[in-house]
């Protein structure tokens, strides 16, 4: 069984930078997934924000955060990384992340994915 824990959430100024961790435990060894970054505002759907797969390393960003936000993965820690930059009142939200065995093409459907992290909380101030 797949275990995710989220931290580095907090309190920013707008303009200021957040660097999340997701910590895995349970991977089958030898398998590839797909790990994504998700995050939930008050009163909206949760939304995707950026996928990577471990096997080839490729990424995909929501369209929102393409240029500020940053995924990684550091295979041999099984952490996965959200570095944010320029962060704006628009990016609060709780931040989960997933994972999903796969060795295809990552998507940014909450469906794609059947592990998740309990979230960390991102607050922004104008």
């Not at 759907?45 to 500020?68: L, N, P, Q």
């Not at 940053?70 to 990384?81: E, M, P, R």
Request: glycine share 12%; proline share 3%; aromatic share 12%.
């Amino acid at each position: 069984q797949v275990r995710l824990v989220e931290s580095g959430g907090g309190s920013v100024p707008a303009g200021g930078s957040l660097r999340l961790s997701c910590t895995g435990s349970g991977f089958r060894h030898g398998s590839w997934y797909c790990m994504g970054w998700f995050r939930q505002a008050p009163g909206k759907e949760r939304e995707g924000v950026a996928t990577i797969s471990t096997r080839t390393s490729t990424t995909d960003y929501a369209d929102s955060v393409k240029g500020r936000f940053t995924i990684s993965q550091d295979n041999d820690k099984n952490t996965l990384y959200l570095q944010m930059n320029s962060l704006t009142p628009e990016d609060t939200a709780a931040y989960y992340c997933a994972a999903v065995p796969a060795s295809g093409v990552c998507f940014f459907s909450e469906q794609h994915y059947n592990y998740w992290g309990q979230g960390t909380q991102v607050t922004v101030s104008s």
